[in-house]
């Protein structure tokens, strides 16, 4: 099992402040994704990143894979309200028998207070 | 409608009784699995379905089966609960991209 280790597991802030998730392995993926999860629904995709070092940015969101494909930032810059919920990152192995077969973090609970 | 749907959202069953998680998709995704989510764990996959007929186990598959006979279903049974299968319960979807879509998941408790 690849493991995905998320920090920190819970993060509060006030709006307007900047915030940033970390996602970290000892393996390499192919892809990694990024959910937002909102209480008492699924998780909904946010990005992809692909490609070693590639940086993408979603308004005020910017995505990071890191240039080993190990580990992965999401920064939120100017927090809302909005922003409240559960940050998942999954990695997507490399083993062609594990197509689909995602590694989800155990999540980033932020809150963002007004 | 469009999309993947759950049912029961909320169940609350005895030790030892038989229970099935209804799962519904109307994109005809050819990928199709499930996933438990409790505290501290994150999601993990039980079983995932690349096609109709055909099915797999995830990362933690004890006391759970799945069938798939129709590629929009993918129910899953739990053939005899156990107060560890208390959990959140989430269908998800996929075509031959990365990306998945879940379900509004299902509530479980087992007493």
């Known amino acids: 099992t690849q493991l995905l280790e998320q920090s920190p597991q819970f993060l509060s802030i006030q709006e307007g402040e900047n915030l940033t998730v970390y996602c970290n392995s000892s393996?390499?993926?192919?892809?990694l994704q990024w959910y937002r999860q909102e209480p008492g629904e699924g998780p909904v995709l946010l990005v992809t990143?692909?490609?070693?070092?590639e940086v993408k940015k979603l308004k005020r969101l910017t995505f990071q894979f890191g240039d080993a494909r190990k580990d992965s930032s999401l920064h939120i810059t100017a927090a809302q309200p909005g922003d409240t919920g559960l940050y998942l990152c999954?990695?997507?192995?490399?083993?062609?028998?594990?197509?689909?077969?995602?590694?989800f973090g155990s999540g980033t609970q932020v809150v963002v207070t007004p | 409608d469009a999309g993947i749907t759950q049912s029961p959202r909320y169940k609350i069953t005895e030790t030892g009784r038989q229970v099935t998680l209804m799962c519904h998709q109307t994109?005809?995704?050819?990928?199709m699995f499930w996933y438990r989510q409790d505290l501290g764990h994150g999601l993990r996959l039980i079983y995932y379905?690349?096609?109709?007929?055909?099915?797999d186990k995830g990362e933690v598959p004890d006391g759970y089966v799945v069938s798939r006979s129709k590629t929009e279903n993918f129910p899953l049974t739990l053939e005899s609960a156990t107060r560890s299968q208390t959990s959140v319960y989430f269908c998800?979807?996929?075509?031959?991209?990365?990306?998945?879509?879940f379900g509004p998941g299902t509530r479980l408790t087992v007493l």
């Open positions: 998800a979807s996929s075509d031959l991209t990365d990306e998945q879509f």
């Open positions: 393996s390499v993926f192919s892809s």
């Open positions: 990143v692909v490609t070693g070092g």
């Open positions: 999954a990695g997507a192995p490399y083993a062609t028998d594990s197509w689909g077969k995602l590694q």
């Open positions: 994109w005809s995704h050819s990928y």
């Open positions: 379905s690349a096609a109709a007929d055909i099915t």
